[in-house]
């Protein structure tokens, strides 16, 4: 079992930035993969930035120069560095994390970008 818990949410501005946090908890010796998705208003939930296999790191195209994904293992915690928010990065952000196929979600943070 792994417990996610995400937080850093928020209401900003355009051009503003905001650090997402996601606390695992639990088996964090068995997690494959990890990272970060979000979820719009009447769209599907959609990878933004991941650690995968290899230690390699991904990105959504449409987040890429403008977030950055980091963890502190120490910590068992990853972060999200979001700069540059626009409008369209409103969303519901959830972390997560797949132990031998099963996933695991946070129980996601709130985001909102104003224009």
């Known amino acids: 079992q792994v417990q996610l818990v995400e937080s850093g949410g928020g209401l900003v501005q355009a051009g503003e930035s905001l650090r997402l946090s996601c606390a695992a908890s639990?088996?964090?010796?068995?997690?494959?993969?990890m990272g970060w998705h979000r979820q719009a208003p009447g769209k599907q939930r959609e990878l933004v930035a991941g650690f995968i296999t290899g230690g390699n790191i991904i990105y959504a195209d449409s987040v890429k120069g403008r977030f950055t994904i980091s963890r502190d293992k120490a910590n068992n915690t990853v972060y999200l560095q979001m700069n540059s928010l626009k409008p369209e990065d409103t969303a519901v952000y959830y972390c997560?994390?797949?132990?031998?196929?099963?996933?695991?979600w946070g129980q996601g943070t709130q985001v909102t970008v104003s224009s």
């Open positions: 639990g088996s964090i010796a068995s997690i494959d993969v």
């Open positions: 997560a994390a797949a132990v031998h196929s099963r996933v695991y």
